[in-house]
């Protein structure tokens, strides 16, 4: 794995996401006939919170990005993008295992949606998160939060 780190995300990160979200996106929308150029990267810049987003970094590059928004009952996964030449590197896991972490020692139930047959749905249900509801387009999933291990 690669060494990177992971910061606070500022307001001047929010063209780089909205790239990067473009390029990540693309396949699984156009697979879905939703791909609309101008528009994944609108409704990146209309969503965009750096309060609850953080960035990743590999080599201090930007690599990718991470939301964790509370709303309600629990907290949202969102825009969680990591460049593609680094995707299956262990970076996305080790990311979402440490915010899964955090969940858990607050008793916090997670939610996220993922595009219809996106192969990130497979690194949700590896850390434990179950479909919820699903449409057309995109599949909810909820993961309760894991209950402490206490050492006697």
């Given at each position: 794995?690669?060494?990177?780190?992971?910061?606070?995300?500022?307001?001047?990160?929010?063209?780089?996401?909205?790239?990067?979200?473009?390029?990540?996106?693309?396949?699984?929308?156009?697979?879905?006939?939703?791909?609309?150029?101008?528009?994944?990267?609108?409704?990146?810049?209309?969503?965009?919170?750096?309060?609850?987003?953080?960035?990743?970094?590999?080599?201090?590059?930007?690599?990718?990005?991470?939301?964790?928004?509370?709303?309600?009952?629990?907290?949202?996964?969102?825009?969680?993008?990591l460049a593609p030449h680094l995707?299956?590197s262990g970076i996305g896991t080790?990311?979402?295992?440490?915010?899964?972490?955090?969940?858990?020692?607050?008793?916090?139930?997670?939610?996220?949606?993922?595009?219809?047959?996106?192969?990130?749905?497979?690194?949700?249900?590896?850390?434990?998160?179950?479909?919820?509801?699903?449409?057309?387009?995109?599949?909810?999933?909820?993961?309760?939060?894991?209950?402490?291990?206490?050492?006697?």
């Amino acid at each position: 794995m690669a060494d990177w780190e992971i910061r606070p995300a500022s307001a001047a990160d929010v063209e780089a996401v909205a790239e990067l979200r473009a390029v990540v996106l693309r396949a699984d929308l156009e697979r879905l006939g939703r791909y609309d150029e101008q528009r994944v990267r609108q409704r990146l810049r209309n969503a965009f919170v750096p309060t609850h987003t953080w960035v990743v970094e590999v080599g201090d590059a930007f690599a990718g990005c991470v939301s964790l928004r509370p709303a309600g009952d629990a907290h949202w996964l969102e825009h969680f993008y990591l460049a593609p030449h680094l995707q299956g590197s262990g970076i996305g896991t080790a990311v979402l295992r440490g915010l899964l972490e955090q969940c858990d020692r607050d008793g916090t139930l997670v939610r996220l949606n993922v595009l219809q047959g996106s192969p990130a749905r497979r690194l949700y249900e590896r850390h434990g998160f179950t479909l919820e509801t699903e449409d057309p387009v995109d599949v909810f999933m909820v993961r309760e939060p894991a209950l402490p291990v206490h050492n006697k």
